[in-house]
């Protein structure tokens, strides 16, 4: 990993100098756009309005335009704001970590310790740990001042990036409004229906199902070119979708049920696996 920006976190007057890194990556199959006709690349220029001439980011400046001025700011320019040039992840305040809505969360980044003695570090991790609380800290990156919790995840501080409030929608839907009657049965049957769900979360078990088929595609066109049968090549029908309308109380029994013979079969299958170790 690159750190991609350095600093200190400052709580008080103990500073804790941290490298920065992106804690995250994006796992898609890189695809570009293509003229149907002939599979030429289609790329697209930053052309100026006045003068015509394709333009390098090296000359591209930024613009405010209030319908009446335009403002042109410089890389220079917004370099010089002091929010800019500050290098501090300052601490604010500390919270208790549930008090934190999850939907506010935007980036995840760690924080390396950038000292000979990670002893500053370690301290603020711990105390982190031991009084279950988030630090709220703001700081400036790429030109726009953040909000941010930092928190602990394993031995690494780790910093998420928070939505300032104005930037979350309040939910309003007219539908929530109306008065519906659930019966005793039917949470009876949600109810089981969850618990026929319920286990652990183990994000290793799960995979992008659109990138592995989209792989599938990309190898079968390799091999075969535009000529392949992707029902074949998926081992789908186009009919194997279900169009009947079940009412509630139907949808959550079949499902209850559906859901308990796939963990029974799961279980015998693990059963059978284990003799035939043994």
């Not at 690349?41 to 090296?58: A, H, L, S």
């Not at 980044?109 to 603020?124: F, H, I, Q, W």
């Not at 919790?149 to 394993?154: E, N």
């Not at 979350?168 to 969850?194: D, N």
Request: glycine fraction near 4%; proline fraction near 3%; aromatic fraction near 6%.
């Amino acid at each position: 990993m690159r750190a991609i920006w350095k600093g200190a976190v400052a709580f008080g007057l103990v500073n804790v100098p941290v490298k920065v890194y992106s804690a995250t990556e994006d796992h898609d199959i890189p695809l570009h756009q293509v003229h149907d006709e002939d599979g030429g690349r289609i790329r697209y220029q930053r052309r100026c309005e006045i003068c015509g001439e394709v333009v390098d980011f090296k000359h591209i400046d930024k613009a405010y335009d209030d319908g009446e001025h335009t403002v042109v700011l410089t890389e220079e320019d917004l370099s010089s704001l002091p929010v800019e040039r500050s290098r501090e992840i300052e601490v604010v305040e500390f919270v208790p970590s549930d008090q934190i809505d999850p939907v506010m969360f935007d980036r995840s980044y760690y924080l390396e310790p950038d000292s000979t003695s990670t002893k500053a570090y370690v301290l603020l991790r711990r105390t982190l740990e031991e009084t279950d609380r988030t630090a709220i800290v703001q700081f400036s990156l790429r030109q726009k001042s953040r909000l941010a919790a930092l928190r602990v995840r394993g031995d690494v501080l780790m910093l998420q990036t928070l939505l300032w409030d104005d930037e979350v929608r309040e939910a309003s839907f007219p539908a929530l409004e109306e008065k519906v009657r659930i019966s005793a049965k039917e949470k009876q049957m949600s109810a089981a229906l969850v618990d026929s769900f319920s286990t652990d979360f183990d994000p290793e078990s799960f995979s992008d199902d659109y990138q592995v088929q989209l792989r599938t595609l990309i190898d079968a066109k390799i091999e075969k070119g535009d000529t392949i049968d992707t029902e074949e090549t998926f081992g789908v029908s186009k009919d194997d979708d279900d169009d009947n309308v079940l009412d509630l109380m139907e949808a959550l029994r079949r499902s209850v049920e559906k859901n308990r013979e796939k963990k029974a079969g799961g279980t015998k299958a693990a059963g059978t696996s284990k003799k035939k170790g043994a």
